[in-house]
């Protein structure tokens, strides 16, 4: 537990708890001192394709391929990458005698979800010339596809996504100096982009694709700070629907609040009486407030089935 808070450790320990009783992930342990690990365990991916019925020979063509597109020096990461992923969602073509058709082999299997090995580990260091140490890490048949940082909540969104991105700084500073190409008209729409898009990694969402056109959302009250810089970053409105709007459409109930001096201390039957009087009030008009947002939902599914 070196350098782990206690609570970021009982927080880790809980979400490990839910990917395995409830995502029915296997756990592969604690790797922080192991040596060799690897974005591509073949002690599990072997595994998985002779339970899949491939043969030792379709099985070692298929991962002999998929290491050499993984790890190709004369490319970029991205050129690298993007033959991973056509390995990864399209299979792999393997011939493994002369004169015999070529096979395909699956190292993912779309077909039958459940069939695949889901596995995570924990405090997997990766070790180099810049050695990192994610939280965790998912796997799927020996395959990395993921990662997870946790964060206490003391701690802002900003600064995990900058651990994030400085997990991968090597590969950032590559991406950056390399572009992808774009092929037709590319739109990136960002929810919530005044939470994620005021820094470093819309600076490198950019850089990764220069030629698209960024759409941002937010339905999240701005501070006057957040507002210059979302217009800043994505330009002016396209579109505004204001709250007063939603409470006219009755899609929303309004938000209505009523300033009161409470008293600290009830020293009186008959204050505690009055008090008891004010609560009763209350869910009378939470009571109205329910049935009049039921309402809204009727008519908002109306409003839909005109549409259709």
């Given amino acids: 537990m070196d350098g782990i808070g206690k609570l970021e450790w009982e927080t880790q320990r809980r979400v490990i708890t839910l990917f395995r009783e409830e995502l029915k992930y296997r756990y592969l342990g604690n790797w922080e001192e192991l040596q060799e690990n690897k974005h ?3 002690g599990y991916l072997y595994p998985f394709l002779a339970k899949s019925g491939y043969t030792e020979a379709q099985a070692s063509a298929a991962v002999y391929k998929l290491q050499s597109e993984a790890n190709n ?8 990458n993007k033959a991973v992923y056509g390995l990864l969602r399209y299979g792999v073509d393997v011939k493994t005698e002369a004169g015999k058709a070529t096979e395909k082999v699956w190292l993912i299997n779309w077909k039958e ?14 070790r180099g010339g810049h050695e990192r140490r994610p939280d965790l890490v998912l796997y799927v048949n020996g395959l990395a596809i993921g990662t ?8 802002s969104i900003g600064e995990g996504i900058n651990q994030s991105l400085s997990n991968q700084s090597e590969d950032v500073r590559e991406l950056e ?13 960002v929810d919530e ?34 507002k ?22 009755e ?8 300033a009161r001096d409470i008293d600290q201390t009830l020293g009186s039957q008959d204050k505690i009486d009055h008090r008891n009087g004010q609560t009763v009030h209350l869910q009378h008009l939470h009571r109205a407030a329910q049935k009049r947002s039921g309402r809204s939902r009727k008519n908002q599914n109306r409003n839909l089935r005109r549409c259709v």
Avoid: W
Avoid at 113 to 126: G, M, R, S, Y
Avoid at 251 to 258: R, S
């Fill in 177 to 189: 100096a390399k572009p992808s190409p774009t092929i037709g008209d590319v739109f990136v729409f």
């Fill in 73 to 80: 020096t004369s490319r970029s990461l991205y050129e690298n």
């Fill in 148 to 155: 997870i940082e946790l964060k206490n909540s003391r701690v």
């Fill in 193 to 226: 982009c005044h939470r994620t898009q005021s820094g470093r990694l819309h600076k490198l969402m950019k850089a990764i694709m220069p030629n698209a056109v960024f759409i941002g959302f937010t339905g999240t009250p701005l501070l006057k700070q957040d």
């Fill in 113 to 126: 979800p459940e069939a695949n090995d889901f596995a995570i580990a924990e405090e997997v260091t990766l």
């Fill in 251 to 258: 899609v929303v109930l309004d938000l209505i609040y009523e």
């Fill in 228 to 249: 210059s810089t979302s217009l800043e970053v994505f330009g002016g409105y396209i579109h505004t629907y204001k709250f007063s709007e939603a409470v006219e459409d």
């Fill in 40 to 42: 591509i365990e073949e």
